[in-house]
């Protein structure tokens, strides 16, 4: 079976809203098995919607669509169903009743616009809201030659559509899929310290297109995450799939790989020093207390980040002066791993400057310089990640 999920309203095609409906619907999706290929947003035009509701239910099983159920003139979506599909609109007394009941239980009288919302494209089912004036609307479209296409229609405001997807339009797709519902699994390994082409190259093979498990390349903020899907009967089968692609990643990359799931660098550090049971403290200046509020995050008990010092006026310029201020940070603090970063040079000069890394510990300190460039939305928190993944490297020397 396959999606597609529109999201419908000026305030998404202005910019003005992010639109966060589509991304939990396709990971609701997923978990059931169905696949999104489509994601459509539209704005409030009715010939638009018409256009999109019809071209949904030709390429796709299942339409799961949000916003335009409202009350106003500019909610278009009962209409536009109504106008793609040749269905004339008839109002629903039972959906009435309740839509009064509403606004009788919050004591309020009901407008007479309100009615409106108890209009549905004949031959559809009410989708119940049990906390808004807007019921959803299910539908089933009848295409040549195939099997019909299901459309869903929910309110925009999250807490409703969620409420309504768990209470019932999650359990009708199940009943749908029947025997045939398949899981789909996905498992994403992270990754830092090389650029995202000399990664996809060191991976044999494991992008190519039609490949099973497959895998696909994300790169945020110069972290690169490795997102492995398989597709089977069960959890089981999955399983199956993933795990040789993981151990082939695994043992292609080494320890450029340094977690999975939702883990950042910092979640590493933290997990490396609680496996010793060993304490860290930073100092920074050009970073602004980035690398402090990311430990911080990762160790809200405090148990091994210890804090930060953010600076802005200290001297550390060089590889010698910023290694003097951790040893002396260390012996003072009494922890057992100091990570220093030195202030940052101008950005993209020519030649590029860098910066220097210090890691003091009961052994010899040791300084890393590194290049500070590229783009500057990416600088600052590349650099933090560059002594992140330095310390990481060196907690996993020790282990």
Known sequence: M???????????????????????????????????????????????????????????????????????????????????????????DEALAQIRALFARRKRPMPERNVVQARFPRGSRVVPNPNGTAP??????????????RIFALPGVPAEMREMWKQSV????????????????????????????????????LIRRGRQPTVGIMVSKATISLRIVAEGRDEAECD????????TIRECLGDLVFGEGEDELQH????????????????????????????????PSGQRFRGGFVQRNVVA???????????????????????AISNFPAPNTDPPGSFHV??????????????????PDLLLPRAVKQALNALRLSLDSRL
């Open 2 to 92: 396959q999606a597609e999920v529109i999201s419908i309203g000026d305030e998404l095609t202005t910019g003005q809203r992010l639109d966060t409906n589509s991304q939990w619907l396709s990971q609701r999706l997923g978990e059931l098995g169905v696949r999104v290929a489509f994601h459509t947003t539209v704005g409030d035009d009715l010939a638009a919607n018409v256009r999109v509701f019809r071209e949904a239910s030709d390429r796709a099983d299942l339409v799961i669509a949000t916003g335009g159920l409202g009350p106003t003139a500019d909610d278009l979506t009962r209409e536009a169903l109504a106008e793609a599909f040749g269905r004339e609109l008839e109002q629903v």
């Open 136 to 149: 959803g609307i299910d539908l089933d479209v009848m295409r040549p030659d195939r099997t019909p296409a």
């Open 170 to 205: 999650a359990p009708a797709i199940v009943t749908m899929l029947g025997d045939n519902r398949r899981v789909i699994r996905v498992r994403t390994l992270n990754c830092f310290g090389v650029g995202e082409s000399d990664l996809e190259a060191m991976l044999p093979d």
């Open 240 to 247: 199956a799939q993933i795990e040789p692609t993981v151990a």
């Open 268 to 299: 590493a550090v933290i997990h490396m020093l609680t496996k010793r049971q060993q304490s860290l403290l930073v100092l920074e200046s050009s970073s602004g207390g980035l690398l402090t509020n990311w430990l911080s995050e990762a160790d």
């Open 317 to 339: 310029r060089t590889a010698e002066q910023t290694e003097r201020l951790a040893v002396d940070a260390r012996q003072r603090e009494c922890v057992d791993f100091v990570l």
């Open 358 to 375: 210090t890691i003091a510990s009961n052994r010899t300190p040791s300084t890393t310089t590194v290049p500070f460039l590229g783009h």
